[in-house]
């Protein structure tokens, strides 16, 4: 049983530029979330799926970021003209709705923006 | 409103030493999850453990132990003879069920340094 994957692993761009980010989610999960974890702090909640729907997004999640799960299985993030501010470590987490580790959230490595 | 303190930024131990993080919660659900998840150097989330709002049994898992009362709203996270591989950043963190996408809510984590 793989876990959740991001990719990639760390991203350096210039502002202005789009990103995207990518989430594989542990495979018979139908739940999966997007945080963004600033230095010092803790993760943020930014969105999430369940299946192919996006079901909530934060107030943190401006006109900019785009979350996509077409098939309900991986989940693509965009940032589009990237800030400084966007410079961030971005969370990927994945769940199910049943079983007996319901609702646990179990996190990918993480993609480390950095904006210059 | 829902909100996670943890109020030591960072611990510093020699090993061997047994060291607790605390973690108090605040929440107007009757029901909801509690979390502890550790982050080491290489940045990913590894959960450690769940506990239910209507189960304050303490649980003991090797050298960790959690400590759980209602009473004053508190998760407590006991390390018992830390090793140097205990040094991570620990964050607590809460889900309401009342809330139906479950999201996590974050502390801002206790950097627990663990001296040989």
């Known amino acids: 049983d793989t876990g959740v994957s991001q990719d990639p692993r760390h991203k350096i761009t210039k502002r202005g530029q789009n990103v995207t980010f990518r989430c594989d989610p542990i495979?018979?999960?139908?739940?999966l979330y997007w945080y963004r974890q600033t230095l010092g702090q803790g993760p943020e909640f930014l969105t999430y799926f369940q299946n192919e729907a996006q079901l909530e997004k934060s107030r943190l999640l401006s006109d900019r970021f785009s979350a996509e799960r077409p098939k309900g299985s991986f989940s693509t993030l965009e940032i589009q003209r990237t800030e400084q501010g966007d410079s961030a470590m971005y969370l990927c987490a994945s769940t199910s709705t049943s079983g007996s580790s319901a609702d646990t959230q179990y996190f990918g490595p993480g993609t480390r923006l950095t904006v210059l | 409103a829902q909100k996670v303190t943890q109020a030591q930024t960072e611990i510093s131990v020699v090993e061997k030493e047994d060291v607790t993080l605390d973690c108090v919660y605040e929440?107007?659900?009757?029901?909801?999850?509690l979390f502890w998840y550790k982050q080491p150097p290489s940045g990913e989330l590894v959960f450690l453990i769940r506990r239910n709002s209507f189960d304050e049994q303490n649980e003991i898992s090797g050298r960790y132990s959690w400590n759980f009362q209602k009473s004053t709203s508190s998760f407590n996270f006991t390390i018992t003879a830390s090793q140097v591989v205990d040094s991570a950043v620990y964050f607590c963190a809460l889900s309401e069920v009342g809330d139906s996408s479950y999201k996590l809510i974050f502390g801002s984590g206790t950097r627990l340094l663990v001296r040989p």
């Open positions: 929440t107007r659900d009757t029901t909801y999850y």
């Open positions: 495979s018979e999960h139908n739940r």
